[in-house]
């Protein structure tokens, strides 16, 4: 079973900026998609950023041109650059992937608290 670990949640001011990182736990599978969602209190869990082993890339409206998704070049980790942080993008942060040769996983979520 394949495993993804996530790290770089924590609180940020507003306007500020973080780092999320998500690793597959296992070299031995290759990614053909991967991307963060987020579930923010009573809300549903929505796609933020997604980018296919193709190079192609997806963003939702509300983080266009704050965030960016990246794949890594060992291709086994995923970072989402966040800048220009606001409230609203406080939630918690889940990565997702999706394999030619195994089942898809999701972490286990990081929390992002964006306050003052």
């Known amino acids: 079973q394949v495993h993804l670990v996530e790290s770089g949640g924590g609180l940020v001011q507003p306007g500020g900026s973080l780092r999320l990182s998500c690793t597959v736990s296992?070299?031995?599978?290759?990614?053909?998609?991967m991307g963060w969602y987020r579930q923010a209190p009573g809300k549903q869990r929505e796609l933020v950023a997604q980018?296919?082993?193709?190079?192609?890339?997806i963003y939702a409206d509300s983080v266009k041109g704050r965030f960016t998704i990246a794949i890594g070049d060992a291709k086994n980790t995923v970072y989402l650059q966040m800048n220009n942080l606001k409230p609203e993008d406080t939630a918690v942060y889940y990565c997702?992937?999706?394999?030619?040769?195994?089942?898809?996983?999701w972490g286990q979520g990081t929390r992002v608290t964006v306050s003052s």
């Open positions: 997702k992937a999706e394999f030619w040769s195994a089942a898809g996983a």
């Open positions: 296992t070299t031995s599978v290759s990614a053909k998609l």
């Open positions: 980018a296919i082993y193709n190079g192609s890339t």
